[in-house]
C-alpha cells in the first residue's frame, strides 16, 4: 500500500525534501526500470531451470531517491557510489561481469563509462533490450 499526499500536507509534515518522498507527485516509472524487471524475472526462471550458469545481483537504493544533501552525505558514508551496474552476476569461472540496463534513448553516465574502463575487456556490457542481455549473457558464457 502506497500513501499518497498532496504537496500541501507534505509540507505542512515538513516532509518536502526528506528521502523518499516524491514531492507530492506519485512514483514514475521508467522503461529502464520496466525492462531491468522483465529481465529478472526471467533470470529468476532460468536459476530454476539451470540455464543460467551464475548467480546474479541487483544494486538497487530500493527505489528511494536521494534528495537532500544530507541523505546523498549518509548513503556516501554507507559505501554507495554513483555508476555501479544495474546487474551483477558472478560466473562459474569466478569472474565477474557487469550489464548496465539502459532505455532505447538513455545515455550512459561518466560515472558508468568509467566503471566499464576499469573492468576486464569484455566484462562490462550496456543493454537496451531484452534480446541485448541475453546476448551479452551468452557472449560471456553464462546461458
Given amino acids: 500500500m502506497t500513501l499518497r499526499i498532496s504537496a500541501a500536507t507534505a509540507k ?9 518522498v516524491a514531492r507530492g507527485k506519485p512514483p514514475r516509472r521508467t522503461e ?5 524487471k522483465a529481465l ?11 540455464a543460467l550458469r551464475a548467480s546474479f545481483w541487483t544494486a538497487s537504493n530500493n527505489g528511494v531517491r536521494l534528495t537532500t544533501i ?16 544495474d546487474l551483477l552476476f558472478l560466473g562459474m569461472d569466478r ?24 573492468m576486464k575487456p569484455g566484462h562490462y556490457r550496456v543493454a537496451r ?14 546461458l
Avoid: F, H
Wanted: proline content about 4%; hydrophobic content about 40%.
Fill in 32 to 36: 529502464e526500470a520496466d525492462l531491468q
Fill in 12 to 20: 505542512r509534515l515538513r516532509l518536502v525534501g526528506k528521502v523518499g
Fill in 95 to 118: 569472474e565477474w561481469y557487469l550489464l548496465e540496463m539502459k532505455a532505447r534513448k538513455g545515455t550512459v553516465r561518466p560515472e558508468q563509462r568509467a566503471l566499464g574502463d576499469a
Fill in 40 to 50: 529478472a524475472k526471467q533470470l529468476y526462471a532460468m536459476t530454476k531451470d539451470g
Fill in 70 to 85: 544530507k541523505a546523498r552525505i549518509r548513503s556516501k558514508e554507507q559505501g554507495v557510489n554513483p555508476g555501479l551496474a
Fill in 129 to 142: 533490450s531484452i534480446p541485448e542481455a541475453m546476448d551479452a549473457l551468452m557472449g560471456w558464457g553464462l
